[in-house]
């Protein structure tokens, strides 16, 4: 299997500005053969303010973008594309929209497919392509007909991950309380908890994680439950 | 309607023990006629020691507390009971099981009924309380059947409401962000944002905000979308 993925943990690092934090990372992951990248903007309820953003920031990176959303079949654009990028917003959204214009399976075939096309995936967009949306940070505005993703890669991801603040007052559940409650239930997966920063690059079975921030693996305990 | 409901925030306020924030207003709530409370524990994983912790911190306030998860027919449970308590934890795994044992619609009929029983909600509990779980901060740990919940009041409410943090470098959204987001959807309803240290009495149809802390009410607005 030669799928190749980029999955960013953040669109916006503080202080700068759209995919800045990871733009060099971007351009050695498409490299100089990809000419277009699809952008999948469904997590946004404005999708073409958000196409706008996004073809500006790959305009000057050397890449064009066409939008999933202007094309008359979704699935016969992602049939053709060259590379997609599915950027971040609220997932339930997004994974929604990928169900009900019926792409999610066409997406994974072609990214797993011999020579499949490279996938980009920031917050949101990461979580779409692990197995699940189980571990998303979202708020549940929609309701998707399952939380199942695109499944690119066989665990899940928490992007944004943010550490315990020991200092901290606020008595809802830290990130490593909400993860530790996922690994409560049966049949879960391993959760890379990606900080803001950080990116994994995923080509064939090989994972590098890039990026300054680091990430925190939780692997669920077999005598747990 | 003679509906009585205490919505809580949050179980624990920083620094004080379990339910030690509300205790006067819970024995407001309940009571002298109240004897026994039908506790649910289904947010949690424990839910041995989750009964514990709530049978004795309500021991103390004087009542005695049966969990629903010791009766043989969790229907007939709510059908007998004098006063009904849903504790807090995850939001996602709490809807499931009330579907999964059947007594979403009993839970409503014996508090909306003629001379119904009073509701106590906290956190996850008062999600479910309301018209959906749209507007929980959990993390989606299981897949419920529907979003759609208890429906005793016809708003939603968003517990643990935490305000915009200006001095924040986290960029994942933020909750004024996350609520705009849902109110971006079609057929959203109202929300309140109770913050920790808040409660909202419901007697017919009064509600009463109790507590400190005050809330911060989201309408969405009619031009929208």
């Known amino acids: 299997m030669k799928r190749r993925l980029l999955l960013v943990s953040n669109s916006t690092l503080h202080g700068g500005g759209y995919l800045d ?4 990372h971007i351009c050695d992951f498409f490299g ?17 303010a958000y196409t706008k953003t996004a073809r500006n920031k790959f305009k000057t990176l050397g890449y064009e973008v ?18 997609i990028f599915i950027g971040g917003g609220n997932t339930f959204r997004l994974l929604k929209s990928l169900y009900d ?7 994974r075939r072609r990214v797993m497919e011999q020579d499949g096309i490279p996938y980009m995936g920031s917050s949101a967009g990461t979580n ?11 708020m549940p505005i929609v309701y998707p007909p399952s939380f199942s993703a695109i499944g690119l890669v066989p665990f899940n991801i928490n992007p944004h991950y943010l550490d ?15 993860i530790t409650q996922y690994h409560e239930e049966p049949d ?4 890379l ?19 300054s921030t680091k990430a925190r693996l939780f692997s669920r305990c077999p005598t747990l439950v």
């Not at 908890?193 to 990026?211: D, P």
């Open 193 to 211: 908890g990606l900080r803001e920063g950080s990116m994994l690059l995923v080509e064939g079975n090989k994972a590098t994680l890039l990026g």
């Open 66 to 83: 066409d939008s999933i959303h202007e094309a008359a079949d979704p699935v016969a654009a992602v049939g053709g594309a060259e590379a």
């Open 21 to 24: 934090h990871c733009q060099q």
């Open 188 to 191: 879960t997966q391993s959760v």
């Open 101 to 107: 214009n019926k792409v999610v399976t066409e997406i």
């Open 32 to 48: 100089k053969d990809v000419k277009r990248v699809l952008f999948v903007p469904y997590a946004l309820h404005d999708r073409d």
């Open 164 to 178: 315990p603040d020991p200092h901290s007052r606020h008595m809802g559940e830290t990130r490593e309380q909400r």
């Open 128 to 138: 779409v392509a692990t197995i699940s949306i189980n571990t998303t940070n979202d």
